[in-house]
């Protein structure tokens, strides 16, 4: 049945909308963007909008690259990366580093920014970001569809292994995420979102939920079936 209230699609068949509203609904999301160098040497710096934490303990992030760009290729090739946080300040070099140019491009100085080495990778971090983590490669997972067929996107994730956090960004030693002026990717090919502090509200967790008791054995009893028992004649 169908529900007249709904826009219902099956993505095989397309979504019929003026743009795909997967991006729109699922967001806003964290921003990856990421530095790697090549095993020639070649920098590279890109946004990626599939980026996410996936561990605390040991710490694991990962973006997704749709098709084989060069971030994918130098990750493979050297087994390091570097996410860099993305605030309102960088914007826009941030979207200067998403412009197509071939590999021998280094989107720092394409862009107007600072590499800053790194301590325990060889790939320089953003010297303007208030935040970095330096990660080691754990895996490279190609993505399947439900049939098992392998589609063109490349799950990255990485371990962090050293964090840069400008001094500035630490209250009481709590990171300032609604003071931070990191920017989102939202729906749409140009919209973005502000954490800013008046978009915040806090929610308790609720109290643990104890499982139900097991029941006693008078009413396990009881719950036999009444069949009498006699002695034999």
Not at 58 to 66: C, K, L, M, R, T
Not at 118 to 126: E, G, K, L, N, T
Request: aromatic content about 10%; glycine content about 10%; some cysteine.
């Amino acid at each position: 049945m169908t529900d007249a209230g709904y826009h219902y699609y099956e993505p095989p068949h397309g979504h019929g909308l003026p743009h795909d509203p997967l991006n729109a609904i699922i967001g806003p999301r964290p921003i990856g963007w990421i530095s790697t160098r090549g095993g020639d040497g070649t920098i590279n710096l890109a946004p990626y909008s599939f980026f996410n934490a996936f561990n605390y303990h040991p710490p694991i992030i990962g973006f997704s690259s749709i098709n084989a760009k060069d971030s994918l290729r130098n990750v493979q090739e050297t087994g390091e990366f570097v996410w860099n946080l993305t605030t309102r300040d960088l914007a826009e070099k941030m979207n200067a580093t998403c412009a197509m140019a071939p590999y021998e491009i280094d989107e720092f100085e394409l862009a107007g920014l600072t590499p800053a080495p790194s301590r325990q990778v060889a790939v320089p971090r953003v010297a303007e970001s208030g935040v970095n983590f330096e990660c080691k490669l754990t895996d490279v997972i190609q993505l399947r569809d439900h049939r098992g067929s392998p589609v063109t996107s490349w799950l990255v994730l990485g371990e962090v292994v050293a964090v840069h956090i400008r001094r500035d960004l630490l209250k009481d030693g709590v990171f300032d995420t609604f003071g931070a002026g990191i920017i989102l990717r939202a729906g749409g090919p140009s919209a973005y979102a502000l954490v800013a502090p008046e978009s915040r509200f806090d929610i308790g967790r609720p109290p643990g939920v104890n499982p139900p008791a097991a029941p006693s054995r008078a009413k396990e009893s009881s719950a036999r079936s009444p069949q009498s028992f006699s002695s034999s004649p």
